[in-house]
């Protein structure tokens, strides 16, 4: 299951013919003109999100989910990487909303990162509300492209 998630994104990379993150931008540009998607996100449950966010989520991961100063492609000195934007300027939106619920229950891979898991902490409710306030903060190129992701992620 994770590896087939893998080899989707890994599609998806080499078939936008990405380098890295640093091209998406023009990526997403060029792709722009084919896709359209209708957006299905409910302005009350994101809304709800943006509550949940500011109370949790915006101390490290920055205003409008625009991360904070400095590369957060660069470990720190624990040799941990900086929270990421949530916004479209990163890679949250490579991910499915599964994958999202799922970093955002059980936090940092084994605990090797300083994402903490809010299972427990948060309500399944409040999760999906938060996933939905971060999707709504995608350029509406981004969200075609991590729709299509979606789809693929699916199918079975
Ligand atoms: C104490 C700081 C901190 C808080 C608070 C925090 N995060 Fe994070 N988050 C991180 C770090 C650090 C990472 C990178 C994880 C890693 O490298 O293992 C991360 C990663 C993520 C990712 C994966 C992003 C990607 O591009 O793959 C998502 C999604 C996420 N956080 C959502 C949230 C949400 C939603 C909340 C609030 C409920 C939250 N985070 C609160 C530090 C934090």
Known sequence: MKSMKWKIFATLVVGLGLAGCDSAQ???????????????QDPAQVARGKAVYENYCLE?????????AGDWRVRDADGHFPPPPLDDSA??????????????REGSPQ?????????????????????AYIK?????????????????????
Not at 26 to 40: I, M
Not at 60 to 68: F, L, N, V
Not at 92 to 103: F, N, S, Y
Not at 112 to 117: E, I, N, R, S, Y
Request: glycine fraction near 10%; include cysteine.
């Open 91 to 104: 890679h949250a939106w490579h991910h499915p909303t599964a994958d999202l619920l799922a970093i955002i």
């Open 26 to 40: 023009t990526a997403v540009q060029a792709g722009a003109g084919e896709t359209t998607v209708e957006r299905r």
């Open 60 to 68: 490290c991961h920055g205003d409008a989910g625009r991360g904070q």
């Open 111 to 131: 605990g090797q990162g300083k994402m903490p898991a809010w299972q427990g902490r948060l309500s399944e409710t409040e999760m999906q509300d938060v996933v």
């Open 136 to 156: 709504s903060l995608w350029s509406d190129e981004v969200y075609a492209l991590w729709s299509e992701l979606e789809q693929q992620s699916l199918e079975p």
